[in-house]
């Protein structure tokens, strides 16, 4: 997809009425927001449980291997895709995906196959590549340059409540069921009621040049790419310093789930506390991003400050719960433990906090990397790619995660790696924010909205200037 040039009374319209209306920024996002509560807001409660709600983890183990191989590759590819069938078949594809994934332990917690629950996660990662790239690039694209912050926030924020709403479904549905080793199959059935919601609902998502921000201005005025272009602008990704520093993030940032999901709420807790943690986990996670959400919008008139200083909350919050990680991963060794606890044992209240904790660093850490991102350029096929090129980087992460959890990796060592890798990126995405992210600052944007026309971009493809910000440039 091309920004290309057009007449200055088609970029901006006359400002429009005051009041909700489909194709502002606040309602796409939030839609894509509703999209992903049913879909993998749904799968995030499914895999916190530990093991897809399997006492054995190992046929999930192998789905989600499979589930980020092909994740990795599409999630790189996912922005082509966007940029050439546009949002709505591009999330439509994508999201009828988990539905099948969630079939697939419906159909195990009977016939112990894991044939098909494995080709039902590989086949998920080629959706959720798809689903992920689009979101990515609505999520950074849509909203005002000077607001990403809060509409990640509020992306993230109705994103986690599918977790939410996820966790109480095993919690209640396997209420009574304490010795229980796996969740009925009415847990399931309710996970792919959720998720056929969310696949209908992503055809109430607008193309970019349809939505309308309420100063008037278009998000984007475009017109669709070629393949051949699509492909050579995914390969110059890999050569990309930007993305380069970003690799470790993306690396990290779905790397420790299979440490949290499988060896702490898995191994720790029985089958109806576990659920009850992933209420407060993903809840956990609507704070975190709606507090840095507020930091990286609000806290300093520089943008780049404002990147600084969430580098540095995030990095001190990061080592303080990995370090309480470590106490409380000293206290239990590898294999089953002999009684695990419930959310009424006196033992209950320390890991559940760490639990909580993971959550909310999950939140900030990812919200911080998609605020970073949102500020390398303003327009969605730049932001699709870039999206796309994140999660296929982070899902690789986590296909060697899973695969590392399946081997009996001591988990002493898991917890390690998952801290130094966080650890890593810290330095790399402040060195991002120095090179990349241009200090200006929200009265300069607010002037320049008010005072210059919109800037068309040259044939060369140069981006527009939109609600004036800066020149977004194809990298």
């Known amino acids: 997809m091309a920004v290309v040039p057009e007449q200055e009374n088609q970029d901006q319209t006359p400002p429009p009425s005051p009041g909700l209306r489909l194709n502002s920024p606040l309602i796409q996002v939030s839609l894509i927001g509703v999209v992903c509560f049913c879909c993998p807001g749904m799968f995030n409660a499914l895999s916190g449980m530990g093991g897809g709600g399997q006492l054995d983890h190992t046929a999930a183990n192998n789905a989600n291997t499979a589930l980020y191989t092909t994740f990795a590759i599409f999630g790189v590819l996912g922005g082509g895709f966007y940029n050439l069938l546009g949002p709505r078949l591009t999330l439509l594809s994508g999201c009828s995906t988990f539905v099948l994934y969630a079939g697939s332990f419906l159909y195990y917690n009977h016939h112990q196959h894991q044939l098909f629950v494995i080709i039902s996660g590989a086949i998920l990662g080629i959706g959720a590549g798809l689903l992920w790239s689009g979101q990515g690039a609505i999520m950074t694209s849509y909203p005002p340059p000077h607001r990403k912050g809060t509409f990640i926030s509020i992306f993230w924020s109705i994103f986690n409540l599918g977790g939410v709403i996820g966790g109480l479904i095993p919690f209640i549905l396997n209420y009574h069921r304490t010795s229980a080793t796996s969740v009925n199959d009415g847990t399931y059935i309710a996970f792919m009621a959720f998720m056929a919601l969310g696949t209908v609902l992503s055809l109430v998502i607008l193309p970019p040049n349809q939505v309308i921000r309420d100063d008037g201005y278009r998000v984007a005025t475009v017109k669709y790419s070629s393949a051949a272009t699509e492909a050579l602008e995914i390969l110059r990704l890999f050569t990309n310093w930007k993305m380069l520093l970003i690799v470790p993030a993306a ?28 209420v407060f986990y993903w809840g956990a996670q609507m704070i975190g ?46 294999g089953e433990l002999s009684k695990k606890l419930d959310f ?26 998609y605020w970073i991102i949102g500020a390398l350029a303003d327009d969605s096929e730049t932001l699709s790619r870039y999206s796309g090129f994140y999660k296929g980087v982070q899902s ?3 296909a060697v995660a899973w695969q590392i959890d399946t081997h009996k990796v001591p988990l ?6 998952n801290w130094s890798l966080t650890t890593i990126s ?49 990298a």
């Open 251 to 278: 690396w990290a940032s779905n790397f420790f789930y299979s440490y949290q999901f499988n060896n702490v709420n898995g191994k720790l807790f029985n089958l109806r506390t576990s659920g009850l943690n992933n």
């Open 289 to 334: 991003s709606l507090g840095l959400g507020y930091l990286l919008d609000f806290s300093f008139s520089s943008r780049r400050l404002r990147g600084f200083v969430g580098i540095a909350v995030v990095s001190v919050l990061s080592t303080a719960i990995w370090a309480g990680g470590l106490a409380n991963q000293l206290r239990y060794n590898d």
């Open 344 to 369: 009424k044992d006196s033992a209950f209240a320390g890991p559940f906090i760490l639990y909580f904790s993971y959550g909310l660093l999950d939140a900030m850490f990812q919200s911080l990397c």
């Open 396 to 398: 690789a992460g986590g």
């Open 412 to 417: 002493v060592t898991q917890l390690v790696v």
């Open 426 to 474: 810290y330095p790399l995405l402040v060195v991002l924010v120095i090179l990349a992210v241009k200090d200006d600052n929200i009265t300069t944007l607010n002037i320049e909205s008010k005072t210059e026309k919109p800037s068309v971009s040259s044939p060369a493809g140069i981006g527009v200037i939109e609600n004036g910000s800066e020149l977004a440039l194809p």
